[in-house]
């Protein structure tokens, strides 16, 4: 079974940028969808992020034009650039293959404030 560490989250300014890595256990990986969700206190978890195996992204209409989203198949990690940061970004990032019965790593904490 495919597991992921997110990591790369903290504390950052309004306005300021961050880089969210994921690496996945197992090669297999290049071959999936990949998305990055996030989820604040007393929110449902959402995706805000995703990357086709062959590069093709999407993004929620909360993040277009300031996260990026991308992968490094040789080294089985994704990643998640994110740029302007607000306060409403604050949530504790997670990767995974969307709409699958994978398990959910621990996460990564981003909290934007100032």
């Known amino acids: 079974q495919v597991q992921f560490v997110e990591s790369g989250g903290g504390l950052v300014q309004p306005g300021g940028s961050l880089r969210l890595s994921c690496a996945a256990s197992?090669?297999?990986?290049?071959?999936?969808?990949m998305g990055w969700f996030r989820q604040a206190p007393g929110k449902q978890r959402e995706l805000v992020a995703r990357i086709t195996s062959g590069g093709i992204t999407n993004y929620a209409d909360s993040v277009k034009g300031r996260f990026t989203i991308s992968r490094d198949n040789g080294k089985n990690t994704v990643y998640l650039q994110m740029n302007s940061l607000k306060p409403e970004d604050t949530a504790v990032y997670f990767c995974n293959v969307p709409n699958s019965s994978i398990g959910w790593g621990q996460g990564t904490q981003v909290t934007v404030s100032s």
């Open positions: 197992r090669s297999i990986f290049r071959f999936y969808t």
